[in-house]
RNA sequence: GGGCGAUUAGCUCAGUUGGCUAGAGCACCUGGUUUACACCCAGGGGGUCACAGGUUCGAAUCCUGUAUCGCCCACCA
């Protein structure tokens, strides 16, 4: 072995080696058990922070520590390139909009322009050394994974899950389409509470008091508590409205009494509860919006054809001439926006497309009970979504770009048309259906204009994995996927919709697990973002700074599904770990030069020290393995630590040495470092291994420079994870007899440290009282080798182990 | 308003089912050029475990309440 590990020259070879030598490639013709991961596409927009090596990094570990197990892992990588932010990159790039190009144009577009981006990501996760098969990468806007979106609706709307309704949606009128309830943000907004006298037939007054004054046209009824006694005399009359339409009073207990007046106007549609109370009293609804937000219907050509926001100030100017507006009190309140601009929702009855979710929320629910949650209160937020859930899942989306609905539609008849499955993708804004129904020509259909939301498409990333409905379709191996890893932010979308698809086509859960990681903050309580420009420091810089496999270390420090502070000085950490992994080793391998493995000692022949190493490393492995199966990285990594650091490197190295130096200073001192040597050489190759799947680089290094010449394996990463498992009637008891000899040790450096001796100095005699003489003194010549006492007696007497020294 | 989580050393965080004297790294102090490593070794100082009650032989850990913070959701007339 070399006396020097530079990881930045290092790191780059290995990784060179494991792909050229395909050490990751998932087999498909292997029968060995399945290890399949669900990875999270990332947006390809450009930027790649330390937030996601972070989470990435714990499921990469998994991947290793799976495939130590003996598992045919299926670890494949994707790219989201068919979101919003990535059209506006390529937008942005090729200077067009995505309308003035035809749809599958403009996907071409997207594949060419992210590629570059795809291509860094790649980069950068090889100088991660993430064991990624790349063979496996799959893009969110290729053909193939059209396909199986377009396959996903088709077979939906066969089996009546899916259907179009011309039920009122959430809609952006910026944006010109309807969203999830998923996609709405709340927003603190400066508006007026417009205090508005109506009348009623008989002339009574009273007021309304309203923030969206510009609905008065669309006013159906007004609404009373039905045990507010204050109005009880106006329920069942009409009332006037200021702009003098003749609306019933009703009641319904859905209105707060406390709030405004305690009357309140019910609109189509101003809110949620609009849309309630309409279905509820069967009111018949007036639309005054049209899709850009500009009024329509409103019987008054002072307002007809405004936008909303004008129509606003043009309606109170209305009310004040009219003397109908009593007080405008300026307020901030909670809007519900369209988390992709920030424009406020409307409600508007449109043609939509569906998916029914509502009917059956608890079949969702039970599927969460069946899959393992990591960690388990993540589920919480799960169930509190669905429970909550209002809206039926729109999943049209009035947008040019995306994937198309695979639908034509017949003037006639009004039948929908539709592409056979092996057709497809289809773009039926481009394409003619093969086959028109009976007494259609092509002038009697029309595509439907529709694109699928976004996470239509996402929801299907185990079908894209699998390639569902191919050829090769791999779905009998790899479903249900064994581990879907994510963050907690998207438990509402990406993990529910998931859930959502597997539920409907195949009737069961998507995954065994789900594995919600935290996010990276830049500092307490912020987040890092583009926009802050708070991430300091870029993955590639750390990386170079540090090695890939301390900034690896870094990612193993986080509690499952607890943001973290980022702490350069754990990377550092990790760097000093590689550092010692390799001179613990170097050291531990050069004092094996004329060992051979063949020569191994039985472990009950051994020296106490090395068997009592050899037992503390058997609950290491034991440990960390159970540890890692349950996504505990930091347990692990903090059992590997204790172990490696404090009693293998700084007493059971210590102890050895003199063992291994200089056997012929004790009686049969060549069985003595043969002993030594034995326990040696399995603790450095399990420690190696033990920490393969954390920092693959040094370890790698270590297995290729020495142990590569006794194994069959051509990579540490393709060996399987330690288990051992020693007879436990060899020396029961050294662990506590052990005890007493590390309090001897502690005692004697600490002797010398007071006094300013080097640790290295030698020693007359020791005096040592101990409880038990006969089983410290078994330890006799590793005492006296790593004290460097010349005499020790040990006299019995309970309690500690007290010393004496005589220089 | 509902749900979930957090509050432990100056800083960043561990602390498995309640159990020896509450741990680690960094920072701080003292000592050591030890033939693996100064990216090291040895020793040391530093915590009323947010607060108040309760359960228990025993509580950082379980229960109740309070405060502060974070996330998710709801409220929006």
């Not at 490639?25 to 990332?42: G, N, Q, R, V």
């Not at 849309?275 to 409103?298: A, F, Q, R």
């Not at 991430?535 to 496999?549: F, G, H, M, V, W």
């Amino acid at each position: 072995m070399s006396q020097k590990y530079i990881p930045q020259e290092a790191e780059a070879l290995l990784q060179k080696f494991w792909e050229e030598e395909k050490i990751y490639a998932y087999d498909p013709k292997s029968d060995k058990e399945i290890f399949s991961i669900d990875t999270p596409p990332p947006t390809v927009s450009g930027s790649i922070h330390i937030g996601h090596i972070f989470s990435y990094t714990q499921t990469e570990v998994t991947a290793r520590f799976q495939r130590m197990l003996g598992k045919n892992v299926f670890y494949p990588f994707g790219f989201d390139d068919n979101g919003l932010p990535t059209e506006r990159l390529v937008e942005k790039r090729i200077g067009k909009k995505a309308s003035e190009l035809e749809r599958k144009d403009f996907a071409d577009q997207c594949l060419t322009v992210t590629a570059e981006y795809r291509e860094a990501y790649k980069i950068l996760w090889q100088s991660m050394g993430m064991s990624v098969d790349w063979s496996l990468a799959y893009s969110t806007v290729s053909e193939e994974t059209q396909r199986i979106s377009q396959l996903s609706f088709l077979r939906l709307l066969k089996d009546k899950e899916v259907e179009q309704k011309n039920a009122a949606a959430l809609f952006c009128p910026e944006c010109q389409t309807s969203v999830a309830q998923a996609e709405v943000d709340d927003a603190e907004k400066d508006s007026f509470f417009h205090d508005i006298r109506f009348t009623t037939e008989t002339n009574e007054d009273f007021i309304i008091a309203t923030t969206r004054p510009e609905m008065l046209p669309a006013c159906l009824c007004v609404f009373v508590h039905p045990n507010d006694e204050r109005f009880a005399h106006l329920v069942g009359k009409n009332a006037v409205t200021p702009l003098g339409t003749s609306v019933p009073i009703l009641t319904d207990d859905l209105v707060d009494p406390e709030k405004g007046s305690g009357l309140v106007m019910c609109c189509s549609y101003g809110d949620e509860t609009d849309l309630l109370w309409v279905k509820k009293h069967d009111l018949t609804e007036k639309i005054i919006l049209t899709k850009t937000g500009h009024m329509k219907n409103t019987g008054r050509d002072d307002l007809d054809g405004l936008y909303l926001k004008k129509a606003r100030k043009v309606i109170v100017e209305i009310l004040k001439d009219h003397g109908s507006l009593v007080e405008s009190k300026p307020i901030k309140h909670a809007v519900k926006v369209h988390e992709r601009c920030g424009t406020p929702m409307e409600i508007l009855p449109i043609p939509q497309w569906f998916i029914g979710i509502l009917e059956r929320k608890q079949e969702f629910l039970d599927i969460a009970d069946e899959v393992n949650w990591y960690p388990e209160y993540m589920k919480s937020r799960y169930v509190q979504w669905v429970e909550n859930l209002k809206w039926d899942w729109a999943i049209s989306r009035q947008r040019f770009f995306g994937v198309s609905i695979p639908v034509w539609h017949s003037k006639i008849t009004g039948e929908y048309i539709l592409p056979e499955e092996s057709d497809l993708p289809v773009d039926p804004l481009k394409q003619a259906p093969k086959n028109l129904p009976e007494g259609h020509t092509l002038e009697d259909i029309y595509p439907d204009p529709d694109v699928l939301d976004t996470w239509a498409t996402s929801s299907l990333t185990p079908e894209i994995n699998a390639k569902w409905g191919a050829e090769d379709d791999r779905s009998d191996k790899i479903l249900p996927m064994s581990m879907r890893p994510q963050a907690h932010d998207i438990i509402r979308t990406w993990a529910f919709y998931t859930i959502v698809k597997s539920k409907l086509h195949h009737g069961r859960k998507p995954w065994n697990d789900i594995v919600i990681s935290g996010h990276v903050l830049a500092g307490k309580k912020e987040k890092i973002s583009k926009s802050k420009g708070n991430a300091k420091t870029t993955p590639e810089e750390l990386i170079n700074k540090y090695s890939a496999d301390a900034v690896r270390y870094w990612a193993m420090g986080g509690t499952l599904g607890k943001d973290i502070v980022f702490d350069e000085q754990e990377i550092a950490k990790g760097k000093k770990l590689v550092n010692k992994v390799w001179n613990a080793s170097n050291f531990a391998l050069q004092n094996l030069e004329e060992f051979h493995p063949e020569n191994l000692m039985e472990l009950s022949q051994r020296e106490p020290s090395d068997i009592w190493v050899m037992k503390r490393l058997e609950k290491t492995a034991t440990k960390m393995k159970q540890h890692l199966s349950d996504f505990q990285f930091h347990h692990a990594r903090q059992v590997f630590e204790d172990f490696f650091w404090t009693d293998f490197c700084d007493n059971y190295l210590e102890i050895v040495k003199t063992r291994m130096y200089q056997p012929e200073a004790f009686e049969n001192g060549a069985q003595k470092k043969l002993s030594a040597q034995s326990s040696v050489y399995e603790c450095i190759f399990t420690i190696i291994k033990l920490l393969a799947p954390f920092m693959p680089h040094v370890t790698e290094q270590v297995y290729q420079s020495y142990f590569k010449q006794f194994e069959s394996e051509k990579s540490i990463h393709l060996c399987l994870y330690p288990v051992l498992s020693f007879d436990k009637n060899i020396l029961p008891e050294v662990e506590s007899d052990m005890e007493m000899f590390l309090e001897l040790i502690n005692l004697v450096r600490k002797y010398k440290t007071e006094n300013q001796l080097k640790l290295s100095e030698e020693l007359k005699s020791l005096q040592v009282t101990a409880p038990s003489v006969e089983k410290l003194s078994a330890f006799m010549d590793d005492i006296k080798g790593v004290t460097k006492a010349k005499a020790c007696d040990i006299l019995q007497k309970d309690g500690d182990v007290e010393l004496k020294v005589e220089r």
